[in-house]
């Protein structure tokens, strides 16, 4: 297994639809993130969670939920989205939340029609 | 606020031909410089951690370096599998981790 799964891989929703991306994470870990990644601009960090509490939430519209069950899953909840959040959503974990050193999912690549 | 510039945006090299990518950068506190790898379609990779000034770190082609304002990833004799986008991220004394752009290197045979 590798070390940290994203899907789906690749997911076309209109405006009004719901849906969720899924993370996991196969390294014991105990923080995972999610990050935006648009074409030609820096890694946008989203969330962050550390043994499943969430640290970090940094100004993301409410129409992005996340959700941490525990520190091996994480879910972003997807909804009423806009065009301009098409994106490379990357999953992302770390051994702990203080450290740079991540590893990272191959991304969900989203686009909103 | 912390800020983290890649340049050039995008290199093109011959294979064998060596080269350097620069990533500058202003944080309040440098508690550590990451390098990254990605390839097209795929999650960044992890390359190396630089601490302070001075500090080298070496993997097979690629070098980096860290001085108090900057850091260079030097690509020695590159080949076509060298090619990927490398990204830079500077840690500020509030764990805060900033990301560069990229350089997206292309090696040609």
């Known amino acids: 297994e590798t070390g940290v799964t994203q899907t789906p891989r690749h997911l076309v929703m209109g405006m009004t639809n719901k849906k969720s991306l899924k993370c996991e994470q196969h390294?014991?870990?105990?923080?995972m993130y999610w990050y935006k990644q648009s074409a030609k601009k820096p890694l946008e960090l989203m969330f962050v969670?550390?043994?499943?509490?969430?640290?970090e939430n940094n100004s993301v519209p409410s129409r992005f939920s996340p959700e941490c069950p525990n520190s091996s899953h994480l879910f972003l909840h997807l909804h009423t989205l806009q065009p301009e959040d098409s994106a490379l959503y990357l999953c992302?974990?770390?051994?702990?939340?203080?450290?740079?050193?991540?590893?990272f999912g191959e991304g969900s690549r989203l686009t909103v029609l | 606020e912390d800020q983290v510039t890649q340049s050039p945006e995008a290199l093109r090299l011959q294979e064998g031909e060596s080269s350097s990518l620069n990533c500058s950068y202003t944080?309040?506190?440098?508690?550590?410089l990451f390098w990254y790898r990605q390839d097209p379609g795929k999650g960044p990779e992890f390359l190396f951690t630089?601490?302070?000034a001075g500090e080298e770190k070496e993997k097979e082609r690629l070098k980096a370096t860290l001085t108090k304002k900057e850091s260079f990833l030097h690509i020695t004799a590159p080949k076509p599998e060298d090619s990927a986008t490398y990204l830079c991220?500077?840690?500020?004394?509030?764990?805060?981790?900033?990301f560069g752009a990229g350089t997206t290197v292309t090696v040609r045979a």
């Open positions: 992302a974990s770390s051994r702990g939340a203080a450290t740079g050193e991540l590893f």
């Open positions: 390294l014991g870990h105990n923080a």
């Open positions: 969670y550390n043994f499943k509490e969430q640290t």
């Open positions: 944080v309040s506190g440098l508690r550590g």
């Open positions: 630089l601490y302070s």
């Open positions: 991220a500077v840690q500020a004394d509030d764990y805060k981790l900033s």
